[in-house]
């Protein structure tokens, strides 16, 4: 019983993880995003993937969301130059 509770659990909070908690960026689908936006995993881990409309790109890419969630996402997550808003 106590194996079902505890298995409910951690399947509900996987299921409102918002994506970028889910998706990491060393998985081949976030490579390929960052690919397909002019960077790799060690520039991204350096903070030097390239310009904000770049890391906008890869974060809308790399979670499927639209390009104002994927700004929420950069922002929360300090993804962005100083500058951007």
Request: some cysteine.
């Amino acid at each position: 019983m106590k194996i079902a509770f505890c298995t409910a659990i951690v399947l509900s909070t996987l299921a409102v993880a918002p994506a970028s908690a889910r998706e990491r960026n060393d998985s081949p689908h976030s490579q390929a995003c960052m690919a397909k936006n002019g960077f790799n995993l060690d520039m991204w881990r350096a903070h030097s993937a390239g310009t904000d409309a770049q890391v906008l790109r890869y974060i809308q890419c790399r979670d499927r969301v639209s390009a104002a969630q994927a700004k929420a996402i950069g922002i929360r997550d300090h993804n962005f130059s100083a500058g951007y808003r």
